[in-house]
């Protein structure tokens, strides 16, 4: 898979409460990224990095934080969690400079109730 | 705005079909196209396209790119129950890689 593990991968909220996924790559990949899945919708793109503390938003970033403290990790912060979050959270590694192909990590599935 | 659509949005064959996936695309600066399968869990890599007319093939799968029409197909010969799954494609740009809606595919027994 890449080397990404996504945590949790499942997990059940009220809404809101704040909610922060984890993603982790072994790759040492300056990229990262965070899309979510809905029927009907595909994959859309939340916020992704380009490097350490280097981040910029993606179509549908409103609600939504990320950090990037490290190349490795890269979190996901779901402030005050909606139940239009309720989504599968996917996390990506690849692109960039390189133009590489992206590898998705298992993804995390979210209920916001 | 970058755009992506692709069609059919759903698909169903019998085994042993062919069928063809479409992704056409609107985006400033195209880089790549990538096609991805997604079965139960995460999308996985099937190709990456920069050139066009040239076609990427592995076993029953291939692809072409057409960037003057702005299209990409991805044919799947010989269809088997294992093809099942969500076909997506993504294009790369001026922004990281943007999606269309998927495919999903379905080839019954």
């Known amino acids: 898979d890449a080397g990404i593990t996504q945590s949790p991968r499942h997990k059940v909220t009220e809404t809101g409460t704040p909610v922060t996924l984890r993603c982790h790559q072994t790759e040492n990949h300056r990229y990262m990224y965070w899309y979510r899945q809905d029927p009907g919708h595909g994959l859309r793109l939340i916020h992704y990095?380009?490097?350490?503390?280097?981040?910029d938003k993606g179509e549908v970033s409103d609600g939504y934080s990320v950090s990037r403290s490290k190349t490795e990790d890269f979190l996901l912060t779901l402030e005050s969690a909606t139940s239009s979050q309720t989504s599968v959270y996917f996390c990506a590694i690849g692109g960039g400079n390189m133009n590489s192909p992206l590898h998705f990590g298992n993804g995390t599935r979210l209920t916001v109730t | 705005e970058d755009k992506v659509v692709q069609s059919p949005l759903s698909l169903v064959v019998h085994e042993g079909d062919t069928v063809t996936l479409n992704c056409s695309y609107e985006v400033t600066n195209f880089r790549s196209l990538l096609w991805y399968k997604q079965e139960k869990k995460a999308p996985t890599f099937l190709f990456m396209l920069?050139?066009?007319?040239i076609e990427k093939k592995s076993g029953r799968l291939s692809s072409i790119l057409d960037k003057k029409e702005l299209f990409s197909i991805l044919n799947i010969t010989a269809t088997q129950t294992g093809d099942s799954a969500i076909y997506l494609c993504g294009w790369s740009g001026n922004t990281p890689l943007v999606f269309g809606k998927g495919t999903r595919l379905s080839v019954i027994a």
């Open positions: 920069t050139s066009s007319g």
């Open positions: 990095s380009y490097g350490v503390k280097d981040t």
